[in-house]
């Protein structure tokens, strides 16, 4: 049994737009990526319900990322490991700051480090077992 709800686009835009997702769980990531799926495996062997938001596809995750780099400094979440990030021009990837990097990550969204975990005020970049533990395995606010 999979508890992932893959949303309407129109309506999951408007909520995290509007700020409504105080309580859900968002997965933001890429289907083929092995952290995203041991992310996603986890959280339904632990019948957590979540939004899964493809990091390709889904472009209106661009305009949450102004978020994500107000809780976590723009040098988590920018993932230099990547091939993306490897095929950058040098001129690119030298004197990187927040600016540029914000703006490479929206160009290239692949440049995210993944997955993000996003819930109530948390984000959460990358996975482990033992921190997703953490936070979610804590009873969850009720609206």
């Known amino acids: 049994m999979s508890y992932c709800v893959k949303p309407d686009v129109s309506i999951a835009k408007k909520l995290i737009i509007k700020n409504h997702m105080a309580t859900s769980i968002i997965l933001a ?47 988590t979440l920018i993932n230099k490991r990547s091939t993306t990030w490897r095929g950058l021009d040098d001129e690119d990837r030298t004197g990187l700051d927040e600016a540029r990097a914000m703006s490479l990550m929206m160009k290239h ?5 993944r ?29």
Not at 115 to 136: C, D, H, K, W
């Open 29 to 75: 990531g890429i289907k083929n990526c092995d952290s995203v799926r041991s992310a996603q495996r986890w959280l339904e062997e632990n019948s957590i319900e979540y939004i899964f938001l493809d990091l390709r596809s889904d472009l209106f995750v661009r305009h949450i990322l102004g978020r994500w780099m107000e809780k976590v400094d723009w040098t």
């Open 109 to 113: 969204p692949t440049l995210i480090r």
């Open 115 to 143: 997955p993000v975990l996003q819930m109530e005020n948390v984000i959460e970049v990358g996975f482990s077992a033992e921190r997703y533990t953490e936070l979610l395995k804590a009873p969850l606010k009720n609206p």
